[in-house]
């Protein structure tokens, strides 16, 4: 099998994580050859989902000084199996040990990296871009929730929402209108008194200056412009603005979740890339890259052949040439399942969907990100429930950074904990000397989209290709034509199949009649 | 070079979109041609209505094709009720102790009518997914459903549901789902459910807001039928849709609904009422509240003990048909006591000071009744609408909204600050400042109305203070008593031919 592979290619990238794939599928859609290579025996890399038993597996590998992936634990908090003498049903309510949760491992996946996606963020509008949007499936998040007075409770996020709510007054509701509605006018008026008194002060000051309530100041804060008491007004107007942005596109609220778990984008763009001729190397190690000073090409020896490229674009992780580079803890992540949700029966009707909750610690200097996720999603059994936890790292150890937050979260609530697992994702502080030519990704950062990941991967392809296009849109079948036809032919085969049908009719009908033209 | 793949250039796209554009053109005026032949021949076939499937699924919007449906499908069913009658002669008796073969035998003709019913909602529901709003689609649908006694009228609901899931404010739906709910007997309580659900999802539905308000009465009737409902449930109303008109001033629907809370809800379907009447020495005027072209229609008669005079030949003075005179010569009769008949009702006529003749007056009354438990919901909405014009004063709707609630809560109290509004609207909504000068002119006109009958030469005269600077004179039907209209020169001129007949104009 190994024989068959090419042995010069434009591109080898090395790691199958999202920026890299983006990557990948950019040179690959415009033309040039790319060796997708990774070690790993799955797609994505710190940005893939697992199967619970694959989860617990990859947790339990054996971490090299340079993993990305570090500092893993996981605990059960049920017995292995249910004792004898108990039926697991009883009185309908389902009593869930180590065992039943095992017998749907394949139901879950679970996401080293989950994100949320802005409706009209950079994510989703280069998924449509790009076209690349046919392959991936997509649930739009049903709460934004926010705490207040030590309850979670639903964010009013559109009109109607703010119209249903109870717990606004009708002049509350007005001034959050109003102010939402001037946020989203920020910008269209540039000489507009607000925005020049308030440049160079906080968002917390100029939303303090327009006579909102309490409430609707962290309604705002919280989880709209999801800002702290430090952010400039400039940068809550635009996060206000973003969030307004992506309002009303596909849900209730401005945010996307994939479904069946974020581990499937990095793959959605490995399938473009092969479409394009891409060629793909899962468990399969790059040994060892040196540079040929004369053709200026980079050597790769891997599983005893040598390969030849003329650029080489590596995620942060992977030897060799993380080899030796110091690590850094970058995010601290926590995994839960429980058998119940977090929040009142309101936020989570029929079983609940996807919810997001922006927390922040007692000071409200540290902010983490939570997932409550739903069998609705695709990433979970039915009848649990899995909450991703997500924090800016400050130390070695997960837990700990979380703390915090899960105290808030789980102590004073009668959410039943199922199974909880830590770990770390670290980026690397520094570039490994046999890394002069090669290109870096960055591990994944703290974010809820995948701004920085896209931007991060348009600056290497910039780099590496700079007249070419990132990701221009991919043809539909319909619209592609085989060399040698008249393309202005209409061609029956590239009508959408019911148009086809009724052309047929159509023509049949002409022709059994005499025609008067 | 072969198999290579080449996308198609939007040159070439536009000119494949053009010969696909021709062959449709030239299916189109076929399947027309033919027919239109077999129409003129008469041929009310199957073949007829497939080719008319065909044009109506792209556009279900010829109203001819319909027809030609219609005929297609009462032809077919006059056959199959030809034959069902035919076989039920030709069964032989003996055969009915074969119940089974028997039932068989009656259900084919009702079972093929059952399938041309089925063939042709199928259709309009093709047709409606190409055009949620074709009137055709729609009636046909409903013509459709007319024909069959046993029509699923559950199923019509559940579609219903459907397409305002698609579109809660296609106003076809809206009305389609009146007509399945009333055939379909749905308890009005549910309906309103419903209603309340599609405003939760979108208030910015005017037909949503007007199933409403056709529901609510229904379910929640007024006692006084001087409310739109009771007061309970209007209360309940006023709340809510004064939290959609904060939510989003800009909206329309919101405020339009809450005008007709506020509103005396009986007065579409009152008959005119008598607003004054005066009888002289030589004849006699007559006013209603409300336009009657038919006033001759009516019996009307004076009556004094066992005496009756028929009073008939009215004539309209005003093009608005609220100021009649009567046409005939009538002298007064001499009596103490008088009662003027129209229709069924009955006014007591008083006698004029210092002067001959009798007359009625009774002045426009502009606001219902209103209960300690209503009061107190009024002023909680007056109160949150002023605070909202605190942060926003120069919000239309709020400034009209709270006009209106100071006049609902006392009109004599609030009249000045009410137009005071009004002139305010007349700048921030300059558009429509014909609109708030005309309603300022009722307000005034209404006030000044109810204060006459103290005025010192009631009611011979009729004084407009200097200072009220009127656009027009609206209720002028009710000065047709007074001998003479005292008004400003400058409105005097500006009304012209506008100005409202006195008793002392008409040539009696």
């Known amino acids: 099998m190994a024989d068959d592979l090419p042995e010069q290619f434009d591109l080898v990238v090395i790691g199958t994580g999202f920026t890299e794939s983006c990557i990948a599928a950019a040179a690959s859609r415009v033309g040039k050859s790319v060796l997708h290579i990774d070690s790993n025996e799955y797609y994505g890399d710190v940005w893939s989902s697992f199967s619970m038993d694959t989860y617990c597996a990859r947790i339990d590998r054996v971490v090299e000084p340079h993993s990305t992936l570090r500092n893993a634990s996981y605990t059960w908090h049920v017995a292995e199996t249910a004792p004898e003498t108990e039926s697991i049903e009883t009185q309908g309510d389902q009593r869930w040990t180590r065992d039943s949760v095992m017998a749907k491992s394949r139901r879950f996946s679970l996401d080293l990296c989950p994100r949320i996606l802005y409706a009209a963020g950079e994510l989703v509008q280069l998924l449509i871009k790009s076209n690349i949007c046919r392959y991936a499936e997509f649930r739009a998040v049903d709460h934004v929730c926010m705490r207040h007075n030590e309850e979670i409770v639903s964010v009013p996020c559109s009109r109607s929402d703010v119209f249903n709510t109870k717990s606004l007054t009708i002049v509350e509701k007005r001034l959050l209108m109003k102010f939402l509605t001037a946020c989203n006018d920020y910008g269209e008026d540039k000489c507009n008194e607000d925005s020049l008194e308030f440049r160079g002060r906080t968002f917390l000051e100029y939303l303090q200056a327009q006579r909102v309530t309490e409430k609707i100041s962290s309604c705002v804060m919280q989880a709209i412009a999801m800002c702290g008491p430090n952010t400039s007004f400039e940068e809550g107007m635009q996060r206000t603005q973003r969030f307004l942005g992506s309002l009303g596109r596909y849900g209730n609220t401005p945010f996307l979740f994939p479904m069946y778990g974020c581990g499937e984008l990095p793959q959605c763009f490995c399938r473009l890339c092969a479409v394009y001729g891409g060629i793909y190397c899962l468990k399969r190690a790059v040994d060892d890259i040196g540079l040929d000073a004369e053709t200026n090409e980079l050597v790769l020896s891997s599983a005893g052949k040598t390969l030849r490229a003329k650029n080489v674009v590596s995620a942060p992780g992977y030897s060799p040439v993380s080899k030796g ?173 019911d148009l086809r049908a009724q052309l047929h009719d159509m023509q049949q009908a002409t022709q059994e009649m005499d025609i008067q033209e | 070079m072969h198999g290579r793949v080449k996308v198609r250039t939007t040159e070439e796209e536009r000119e494949r979109k053009k010969k696909e554009q021709a062959l449709k053109v030239r299916a189109y005026r076929a399947a027309m041609g033919r027919i239109q032949k077999k129409r003129e021949a008469g041929e009310l076939d199957s073949e007829m209505l497939t080719l008319t499937v065909q044009i109506l699924q792209r556009n279900p919007d010829v109203s001819t094709l319909w027809n030609i449906r219609r005929e297609c499908v009462l032809d077919k069913l006059a056959k199959l009720k030809a034959e069902a009658a035919e076989k039920e002669a030709e069964t032989p008796k003996e055969e009915e102790n074969t119940e089974g073969a028997a039932e068989k035998n009656d259900s084919q003709p009702e079972d093929k009518s059952q399938a041309v019913f089925t063939t042709e909602l199928d259709l309009t529901e093709q047709c409606l997914m190409v055009n949620p709003k074709s009137y055709n689609a729609w009636h046909h649908r409903c013509w459709t459903l007319e024909q069959n006694p046993r029509a699923d009228w559950q199923r019509e609901l559940l579609l219903c549901n459907k397409y305002l899931k698609f579109d809660e404010r296609n106003f076809h739906t809206w009305d389609y789902r009146r007509y399945v709910t009333e055939k379909a007997a749905v308890p009005a309580a549910q309906e309103l459910d419903f209603c309340t659900e599609k405003i939760k999802v979108n208030f910015s539905n005017y037909s949503s807001w007007h199933h409403r308000s056709l529901l609510l009465p229904e379910l929640y009737p007024n006692e006084r039928r001087d409310r739109p ?56 005027v007559l006013a209603l509240d409300k336009p009657n072209p038919e006033l001759n229609k009516l019996p009307i008669e004076l009556v004094s003990g066992d005496e009756k005079w028929q009073l008939q030949n009215w004539q309209s003075v005003d093009s608005g048909k609220t100021a009649w005179k009567l046409q005939q010569a009538f002298d ?19 006698p004029i000071p210092n002067s001959d003749g009798f007359y009625y007056f009774v002045p426009p009354h502009a606001v219902a009744s209103c209960s300690k438990e209503l009061l107190a919901e009024l002023q909680t909405q007056l109160q949150s609408c002023l605070d909202l014009l605190e942060y926003e004063p120069d919000s239309k709707w709020t ?49 000044e109305l109810a204060k006459w009958p103290q005025a010192a030469d009631f009611p011979t005269k009729f004084e407009l203070a200097e200072e009220k600077s009127l656009a027009s004179l609206p209720l002028g039907q009710y000065l047709i008593i007074a001998d003479e209209l005292k008004v400003s020169p400058k409105l005097r001129e500006e009304l012209g031919e506008r100005l409202p007949k006195s008793f002392g104009d008409l040539e009696l």
């Open chain 2, 229 to 284: 409902m009771s007061e309970e449930k209007l209360q309940q109303e006023l709340d809510m849709v004064l939290t959609a008109a904060f939510t989003d001033p800009n909206d329309s629907s919101a405020w339009f609904y809450q005008r007709w809370l506020l509103g005396s809800g009986a007065e579409l379907d009152r008959v005119p009422k008598v607003a004054a009447f005066r009888l002289g020495a030589k004849g006699a």
């Open chain 2, 399 to 447: 400034l009209l909204t709270s006009a209106l609630l100071m006049r609902a809560i006392d009109v004599s109290a609030n009249h000045d600050q009410s137009l005071t509004h009004l002139t305010k609207l007349e700048k921030v909504d300059a558009l429509r400042e014909g609109y708030y000068k005309d309603l300022a002119a009722r307000w005034v006109l209404e006030s």
């Open chain 1, 325 to 497: 580079v110091e690590m850094r803890p970058h995010i601290s992540r926590g995994l839960f399942v429980a058998s119940n949700p977090l929040g009142n029966e309101e936020l989570n009707k029929g079983g609940g969907g996807v919810n997001l909750l922006r927390l922040l610690d007692a000071d409200g200097q540290r902010e983490a990100i939570l997932i409550q996720l739903s069998h609705y999603s695709g990433a979970c059994p039915e009848g649990l429930y899995v909450f991703h936890l997500t924090t800016p790292a400050v130390s070695e150890d997960p837990a700990s950074d979380l703390s915090a937050f899960t105290s808030l979260l789980f102590d004073r609530s009668d959410v039943q904990l199922i199974f909880s697992s830590y770990f770390t994702i670290a980026s690397q502080s520094n570039k490994s000397a046999a890394a002069e030519h090669i290109h870096y990704t960055e591990a994944p950062t703290f974010e809820l989209d995948y701004d920085a990941a896209i931007s991060n991967a348009r600056q290497v392809f910039n780099k590496l290709y700079a007249d070419a296009e990132f990701l221009p849109r991919a043809p539909d079948p319909e619209e592609i034509v085989i060399d040698g036809e008249d393309p202005s032919a209409l061609n029956e085969n590239s009508l959408p199949e």
């Open chain 2, 332 to 350: 007064c009769p001499k009596t103490k006591s008088l009662t003027l008949k129209l229709a069924d009702q009955e006014v007591n006529l008083s």
